[in-house]
């Protein structure tokens, strides 16, 4: 009972400070030993209840929090902002469309539109997915620093998840590099065989890569072709706009 409340009063505290506590601040303020604090962050980390910056070494409240309560998720600007455009999105390409973000060093499902094919997909509010394995992940790496980039593939590369997973650094850095120039990534066949993902970047009010939109089909399907990539695109760019107008707004 006693590791179930300092397990609670940790994620209470954390919720309190947006820039994170390092294992030594969360120890005193929970008056508890710096080991005792550490095991905790490990077993919340490991279930992505919480992540770690990977600058300042700090422990932040995650968004697997969003699976708990849904009020957290109503009242997420990122995903009130996304959520008519993805739908709209659907609606037109008739696919279920994704809402990620980077998590740490991992890419995490926000939010999802259901359609008919979500359940042949790997498609869950708080899933962790892996970011060099996936549409998603490969768009927000392409808008990374390159020092970040090489820390996170090298984390996870290792993990080849199909014959079609990329296990060459260097050429993943020029994928990025198209990536940039093209504004989509394309998944084919690396994280299921079979299954095609694209994802468009979605940027902040500072420019800053914030998350993605995507989609995900059957290779069989040829659902992603020019049509569908330009909605896509053009659903990304409307949610960055009004994300970054809805920000400005709240700090006017």
């Known amino acids: 009972m006693q590791l179930v409340e300092r397990t609670l009063d940790a994620l ?36 992505h209840f919480v992540s770690q910056n990977a600058d300042n070494r700090k422990y932040q409240i995650g968004y697997k929090l969003l699976t708990l309560s849904s009020n957290i998720n109503k009242e997420n600007v990122f995903t009130r902002t996304a959520k008519p455009f993805m739908r709209e999105l659907a609606d037109k390409i008739n696919k279920t469309v994704t809402l990620c973000t980077m ?35 490969k768009v927000m790496q392409a808008y990374m620093p390159p020092e970040r980039v090489r820390r996170i593939y090298q984390k996870h590369v290792s993990h080849q998840l199909t014959v079609y ?6 050429d993943f850095v020029k994928e990025l590099e198209e990536i940039r120039k093209n504004g989509y990534a394309i998944c084919d066949e690396e994280l299921q065989l079979g299954v095609q993902g694209i994802a468009c970047p979605i ?10 939109v995507a989609f995900t089909a059957l290779k069989s399907d040829n659902a992603i072709n020019p049509h569908s990539i330009s909605l896509l695109k053009h659903c990304a760019e409307r949610i960055s706009i009004n994300l970054g107008d809805l920000r400005k707004t709240k700090t006017l």
Not at 122 to 137: D, K
Not at 165 to 170: A, E, K, P
């Open 103 to 137: 998590e740490g060093d991992n890419v995490v499902c926000l939010d999802y539109i259901e359609n008919q094919d979500t359940s042949l997909f790997l498609v869950r509010t708080g899933f962790a997915m892996p970011p060099h394995a996936t549409s998603t992940g």
């Open 203 to 212: 940027f902040d009010s500072t420019g800053r890569i914030a998350g993605s």
């Open 12 to 47: 209470s505290i954390l919720s309190k400070e947006p820039g994170g506590l390092s294992v030594t601040e969360l120890s005193d303020k929970m008056r508890i030993p710096p080991s005792s604090a550490h095991r905790i962050l490990s077993c919340l980390k490991k279930q």
């Open 165 to 170: 997973t990329n296990t060459s650094l260097h």
